[in-house]
């Protein structure tokens, strides 16, 4: 990248596109999350919304045998994605492609499960799992994670970050009771371990960010967008009784 080019977006695709996950998460969640599921080996159609580079398509493509379509709004990581496809041999059923989670160009009822790893929270989790409903088949799974209280205190400087972040956090049984209105019985939710946000993400993306450090030396712009993000490491560390990532999963009725 130009260094005079340096933006926010570049930035933020720079310091994900070479890690497996560009948010928390890790195979054994992904793995965990897809066994609340009935016979997932079966499925023939599958979403997985914003997904990035594709880190947990290729685990849900180790478990289903049908075909996974991924949707992610970065041209960059759907390239990547790709290319991972290809590099795994799954290409065949395994395809990325460029759009946003708020306009799905699907026919409705196409789907057996909707994933969505970390992201659902750029739309709001009630638009998000009310309008990707249409697209389910009836009996279809739902299995989606993002940030949520866990405790019953709400510190403010966790609900500013996640404010100005775009999101807004929500309580698990708040989530959950939101799911049902929607059109979905209940199925398990839990929260993610420690380790998928420091062994699966923040560890990884540390290390990017050393370099991107040395490669941007003396540019403002990069240095304050690096101790912002490490600023999010040091929140999730002081806080993290306080709120995580949580797995929802439900089945459209
Ligand atoms: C926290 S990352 C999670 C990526 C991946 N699911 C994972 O867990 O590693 C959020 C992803 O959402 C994508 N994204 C953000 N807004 C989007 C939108 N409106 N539509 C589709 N993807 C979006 C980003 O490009 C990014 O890949």
Redesign the pocket.
Known sequence: MDYKQVTEMGL??ET?IE???????SLETTVKALNFLDNPSKFSRVA??????????MVLARNIAGNIIG????PD?IEVFNNNAKKLNLHERVKGIV????VLSFEKEEFDLIW????ID??GFEKGISYWRDFLKRAGYIAV?CPSWIADEYPDEVDKFWVDAGSSLDTVGHNVKIMQKAGYSFIAAFTLPEKDWFDG?FIPRTETEKAILKKYAGNKMVEDYIASSRQEVDLYSNYKQHYGYVFYIGKKI
């Open positions: 933020l695709i994900h890690l497996e996950r560009q948010g928390p998460g997985d919304i914003a997904c990035g580079t594709g880190g947990q398509t949707i992610d709004i970065s990581f759009g946003s989670m708020d969505s790893e970390g992201a750029n739309i994670s993400y």
